[in-house]
């Protein structure tokens, strides 16, 4: 979806006629903010994530009234829904499949030891297990968004060519790595999004008021 939205506010801004601003002038237009008293509940009903195939429509939608510009031609529907594959926190988006931690360690010697190292402590780029702040265990709030990482990602010289199954298993061999997941524990759609990380109420939504709706 957030590519969607780039390519229409990257058309927008190049729209024949629009109008010029400086960042002073909008940054005096922008409305003053005043923070919400709202309580927001961010591992319940999931209501703003819900809302989002609504809202990857209407973009989609709006895309057939933009200005051509004369150049490349429009993606057609499947080459949208061949990069329309965001996995949300509540599980939403995951496909079929399943994974252990045994086949991720196998996966994970071959695609993943040479950049992170053999136990995950880093190696020519970042750990992700250990004692550093940054890493999967310490820092990400939601074991779902590991899965669609690596799936969009990774292996980083061919991206996106990980089949479900495989992207299961390095999932949980990276979480047993970071000690939430044991030896022999294995992930599917239903499992992941109940692995419930450390970091998981370390985070607050932004549901401020005012300026931009994309956020």
Not at 70 to 86: H, L
Not at 203 to 212: C, L, P, T, V, W
Request: proline share 7%; glycine share 10%.
């Amino acid at each position: 979806m957030s590519r969607v939205f780039g390519l229409l506010l990257f058309a927008c801004a190049c729209s024949p006629g629009a109008p010029a601003s400086t960042p002073e002038v909008a940054s005096a237009a922008a409305p003053k903010s005043e923070p919400s008293t709202e309580s927001v509940d961010l591992h319940g009903e999931w209501r703003r994530w819900a809302e989002t195939r609504e809202l990857r429509a209407e973009a989609l939608a709006r895309l057939e009234s933009l200005p051509r510009f004369g150049f490349g031609r429009r993606a057609t529907a499947e080459e949208i829904s061949a990069i329309d594959i965001d996995v949300m926190p509540d599980g939403t988006g995951l496909p079929e499949g399943r994974g252990t931690v045994e086949r991720g360690r196998a996966l994970y010697k071959n695609q993943c030891v040479q950049c992170h190292g053999a136990d995950g402590r880093g190696a020519d780029y970042d750990a992700l297990a250990g004692e550093g702040a940054y890493t999967v265990g310490n820092f990400w709030p939601y074991a779902t968004i590991l899965y669609d990482y690596i799936y969009r990602a990774m292996p980083q010289a061919v991206p996106g060519s990980l089949p479900p199954d495989d992207v299961y298993s390095l999932t949980a061999f990276v979480l047993h790595l970071n000690e939430l997941l044991p030896a022999d524990g294995a992930l599917d759609r239903e499992s992941l999004p109940r692995i419930e990380m450390p970091a998981r109420d370390g985070f607050i939504y932004d549901d401020r008021a005012g300026g931009s709706e994309l956020k």
